[in-house]
C-alpha cells in the first residue's frame, strides 16, 4: 500500500525506522531526531552535545542511547539523511517540472526556462532553511564529522539531485539547444555554479537573505554566462 501521503509513515522515515514499532518509542524517536534537527542547526556537530540533543527532545541521554546506540554520530546521520531526501525531492520535481524530455523548450525560450529553473532551485535554499542551517555546518566543520555519514549525505541529496541535473541538460542537448561537450554532469556543475554558488555564499546558506534586486541580477547574469558557454552552435 502507498504510504506516501500518510504523516505517521513519514515521520517514521524521519526518524530513520520503518513503520511497526511500538507506537510510544516511535514517537520517542521521532521526537528526538525533530530536535536534533534544530540544535544540529544552532551548534553545527561540534558543538551540539549528548546533553543538549537529550534535553531538546525532553529525554534523558540513557534513553537517547537507547533509541540511538551511536550517540551524537548515530542522531546526526539520521537528521542529516532525512532532511537531504526531503530537499532532493523539491530539487528534482522542479528540475523535472520545468525540463521535461519529452517538451524541450522552444529555442526562443530557453534563457527564460534557464532563469525560472534556477530561481526555482536558490527558492529550495530558503524553503528548507533547517537543512541549510546543517550543510553550512557540515561544510565548516567537515574536520570532525564522520566520513560515513558525509558519504550519507552526498548519497541522500547531491548526487541524486547533480543527476537530475544532468538528465535536463542531456534533453537539452538532444533537442539541439546546448552543447554540454561530452559531459552533461559537468555542463549542470557548471549551471548551479554560475547561477547560485554567490547566491549560496553571500546569503551564508540563506541566513542572510540578498535583496531581491541582487538576487536577480546574480540569477540572470548566471544563466547569460551559462548561455554564452553551452548554446548550442
Known amino acids: 500500500m502507498d504510504d506516501s501521503n500518510d504523516p505517521r509513515a513519514a515521520d517514521a522515515r524521519a526518524a ?39 534535553e531538546a527532545a525532553g529525554v534523558s541521554t540513557r534513553t537517547l542511547y537507547n533509541h540511538f546506540p551511536g550517540g551524537k554520530a548515530e542522531l546526526f546521520a539520521t537528521v542529516v539523511t532525512w532532511t537531504s ?13 520545468l525540463f521535461d524530455p519529452a517538451r524541450p523548450p522552444h529555442p526562443d525560450n530557453l534563457e527564460r526556462d534557464l532563469t525560472a529553473l534556477a530561481r526555482a532551485l536558490v527558492r529550495v535554499m530558503f524553503e528548507h532553511s533547517d537543512h541549510f542551517a ?3 555546518h ?15 549525505w552526498k548519497e541522500a541529496g547531491p548526487r ?20 554540454v561537450h561530452g559531459d ?6 557548471h549551471f548551479t555554479a554560475l547561477t547560485a554558488h554567490q547566491i549560496v555564499q ?3 546558506y540563506g541566513l ?25 552552435g
Open 184 to 189: 552533461a554532469e559537468l555542463a549542470g556543475i
Open 85 to 97: 531526501g526531503e530537499v532532493r525531492d523539491t530539487h528534482i520535481a522542479k528540475v523535472r517540472a
Open 134 to 136: 546543517l550543510v553550512r
Open 138 to 152: 557540515i561544510h565548516a566543520e567537515v574536520n570532525h564529522v564522520p566520513a560515513e555519514v558525509l558519504e550519507a
Open 160 to 179: 541524486p539531485v547533480a543527476r537530475a541535473l544532468a538528465e535536463a541538460m542531456e534533453g537539452l542537448a538532444a533537442a539541439g539547444l546546448i552543447d
Open 208 to 232: 542572510l537573505p540578498l535583496p531581491e534586486e541582487e538576487t536577480e541580477r546574480l540569477v540572470n547574469g548566471g544563466v547569460a554566462a551559462f548561455i554564452r558557454a553551452y548554446r548550442a
Open 16 to 54: 530513520g525506522v520503518q513503520p511497526g514499532i511500538p507506537p510510544r518509542k516511535l514517537a520517542k524517536r521521532i521526537a528526538m531526531a525533530k530536535a536534533a534537527c534544530a540544535v544540529f542547526g544552532r551548534e553545527g556537530y561540534a558543538r551540539a552535545s549528548v546533553d543538549a540533543l537529550a
Open 202 to 204: 553571500q546569503s551564508h
